[in-house]
């Protein structure tokens, strides 16, 4: 294995290992706010209302935006 060979492998698991803390991160949100994020996820159905009451990671957080900007 060469140079280029150990690089990729030591990006492949930082890589690896961003994205296991990212999906771990505990969810911050206070009660108040997950109410108002359920609130504002009302009118798109109460299943998804319901998921902002859950502990969320910021991924899933991330995704919930992407997702309301294009629609």
């Known amino acids: 294995m060469g140079k280029n060979g150990i690089y990729i492998l030591c990006g492949a698991v930082l890589l690896a290992i961003v994205a296991i803390f990212l999906l771990n991160m505990p969810d911050k949100r206070s009660g108040p706010e997950r109410v108002g ?11 998804k209302a319901g998921d902002q009451l859950k502990d969320r990671n910021p991924v899933e957080k991330a995704g919930d935006a992407i997702e309301k900007k294009t629609n």
């Open 37 to 47: 994020d359920a609130v504002e996820a009302l009118p798109q159905g109460v299943d």
